[in-house]
């Protein structure tokens, strides 16, 4: 909502001088927070678990795929990233291609690119063709004996390209995965809270119909501020409790983050961010696309909204 915008600076400083503490003690902050996010998310997302940034978000994630499936696989997309813990370095190609190499629980699916990815614009379904590629991982691993716990996606792959997957998709996917047992978990760290424009959460582009078993949330949720959240569903979080080892994090969701968490949403409504972004983003495509038919050496033109700008991502002629 913009560097230093004065409706998060005031909210902070004024809880700031009313109270902060750990998360051992109630607050309504943190309950008005909670409601104020479950009214942008489908119904069935009802259980909130704070934190302090999208890498513990993202790891709660797992750890809440894993304990509600009983399952250890992981499926994430070519190039993610997910995160800097070592549970997230697992799970992230981008990052442990560098590192210590692809574990055996971890397994790869390529990108649904459609512009220079295995199967292209031209192809006669691409969305079934890519899904598929998901399907035949899970019969591999079945066939090694191993289970499914979770598919990791970002809902618009960033660090592989800023690929808008192909409608449809993720159903198709969440289709096998649950089939196999699994969760599907949608990373929302860098492209929610409106950033897509159209909706307000990224995975809303695949349709009404399609809806996570997990979302997590992190970067624009407190404008800069150490604030992350993990969204799933009541058999989920039921099934984590049940291990009688209570989930506790010392200052998420605490009394001040929450307050600056309330104020980003109100800022968000009351500017009317989400139409704005919608308005900018068509007017940069425009004037993008237009430069794309005075230059070859533009193949195609795509843009996420990332971390504090809209990054224009012009990619070269399929023939380079």
């Known amino acids: 909502v913009g560097h230093c915008h004065p409706d998060i600076v005031r909210a902070a400083h004024e809880q700031n001088q009313l109270l902060n503490t750990n998360s051992r003690y109630l607050h309504d ?13 489908p119904e069935k997302l009802c259980v909130f678990y704070f934190l302090n940034s999208g890498s513990e978000a993202n ?14 696989d992981v499926i994430v997309l070519d190039h993610a990233y997910h995160g800097h813990l070592t549970s ?34 031209d192809h006669e379904d691409s969305v079934t063709a890519y899904a598929n590629e998901v399907k035949n991982i899970i019969e591999q691993a079945h066939g090694r004996g191993r289970k499914i716990a979770a598919f990791f996606v970002e809902s618009l792959p960033s660090v592989g390209g800023q690929i808008i997957p192909p409608a449809g998709y993720f159903q198709k996917v ?11 978990v949608a990373d929302e760290i860098q492209v929610g809270f409106g950033r897509v424009g159209k909706h307000f959460w990224a995975f809303q582009l695949q349709g009404e119909d399609f809806i ?39 200052f998420g969701g605490n009394p ?39 230059h070859p050496i533009i193949g ?13 991502c012009l990619v070269q002629s399929s023939n380079s």
């Open 29 to 41: 902050n943190l309950v008005d927070y909670a409601e104020r996010l479950s009214k942008t998310l």
């Open 59 to 72: 790891d709660l994630a797992l750890r809440l795929a894993r304990q509600y499936t009983k399952h250890e």
């Open 88 to 121: 997230l370095i697992d799970i992230s190609p981008y990052k442990f291609r560098n590192l210590g190499g692809q574990k055996e629980w971890v397994h790869v699916a390529p990108v649904p690119d459609t512009y220079r990815g295995l199967y292209r614009e």
């Open 174 to 184: 969440a289709e096998h995965v649950h089939k196999a047992g699994g969760v599907f």
């Open 212 to 250: 996570p078993d997990i979302v997590t949330m992190g970067k624009p949720i407190g404008n800069g501020h150490p604030i992350a959240c993990v969204a799933t569903t009541k058999e989920i979080a039921e099934a984590f409790a049940a291990t009688g080892v209570e989930y506790f994090n010392t």
């Open 256 to 294: 001040v983050s929450c307050a600056i968490g309330l104020a980003v949403l109100d800022v968000i409504e009351k500017e009317h961010l989400q139409a704005r972004a919608t308005e900018v983003g068509n007017f940069l495509m425009k004037l993008l696309k237009e430069q794309k038919t005075k």
């Open 300 to 312: 195609d033109v795509r843009y996420q909204c990332l971390v504090y700008i809209c990054v224009c």
